[in-house]
């Protein structure tokens, strides 16, 4: 069995300054996890993945998540935030990488002040 | 870049009718998924279906739903008499080994009225 818990709910930054989306999680076996985003009213974009191979993972539009094991950690980083960054962002995970269903954290929407 | 294509993007039914909601998938992927998203709540795995039939399902996934491949490429989801309960954001997502990894269409909204 697998979870996911998002450690905060909502997070507001000012653009130009750091994201810092929290991540934990849960597995039984070597875990994938992944984060997608969700803009208001649309469907969910892939931002990064991690399947096993190098822990600091890069994704789209300039963010990043470290795999820790010993922290059951995959926290979701950008140095300096946009306004288009506001959205929902969704911390997930599946055993391996291999068609398993994915489970869902509950989401941490991140706002963006000017 | 690949996509997953789901119809229709809105949906308004009345309580007791039958829906299907259709989805596109990836050409060459094998894995087909349904999930849904209670306004407010977190996603929430419904089926998964691979090589013609379901290989894993949600308590959610009770006796009103019902998923098929009826013609080799769209794969869709009957809900057969519709709940209040049933309104919600459902997305289709195909699994592909190869690239592109789990790819999600852009979501069918349905309300039951």
Redesign the interface.
Same mark, same amino acid.
């Not at chain 1, 990488?97 to 989401?107: D, K, R």
């Not at chain 2, 990894?101 to 979501?107: D, H, I, K, Q, V």
């Given at each position: 069995a697998q979870s996911v818990t998002q450690l905060d709910s909502h997070v507001s930054v000012s653009e130009g300054t750091p994201v810092l989306l929290r991540c934990n999680y849960s597995s039984s076996y070597s875990p994938s996890l992944?984060w997608?985003v969700q803009h208001p009213n649309?469907?969910?974009?892939?931002l990064l993945?991690y *399947?096993s191979a190098a822990t600091l993972v890069k994704g789209i539009n300039g963010f990043e998540a470290e795999f820790k094991k010993s922290e059951t950690s995959f926290h979701l980083t950008k140095p300096s935030a946009h306004m288009s960054d506001a959205a929902e962002y969704?911390c997930v995970v599946t055993i391996g990488?291999? +068609?398993?269903?994915? *489970?869902?954290? +509950?989401?941490t929407r991140l706002m963006v002040k000017p | 870049e690949p996509e997953v294509t789901q119809t229709p993007s809105h949906q308004v039914t009345q309580m007791g009718q039958e829906v299907i909601l259709r989805c596109v998938p990836i050409s060459n992927h094998?894995?087909f998924?349904w999930?849904r998203q209670i306004l407010g709540q977190?996603? @929430?795995?419904l089926v998964?279906f691979?090589n013609n039939e379901i290989s @894993?399902k949600?308590e959610i996934f009770d006796d009103q739903f019902s998923v098929e491949r009826p013609d080799g490429s769209n794969f869709t989801l009957k809900i057969r008499s519709t709940k209040l309960e049933d309104s919600a954001m459902y =997305?289709c /997502?195909t699994?592909g /080994?190869l690239g592109h990894?789990?790819? =999600?269409?852009?979501?069918t909204r349905l309300t039951v009225v």
């Open positions: 992944f997608y649309k469907g969910l974009q892939l993945k *399947t969704f990488y291999a +068609g398993n269903m994915l *489970t869902f954290g +509950g989401g | 094998l894995y998924y999930y977190k996603v @929430e795995f998964s691979y @894993e949600s =997305f /997502a699994f /080994a990894g789990y790819t =999600f269409g852009s979501g």
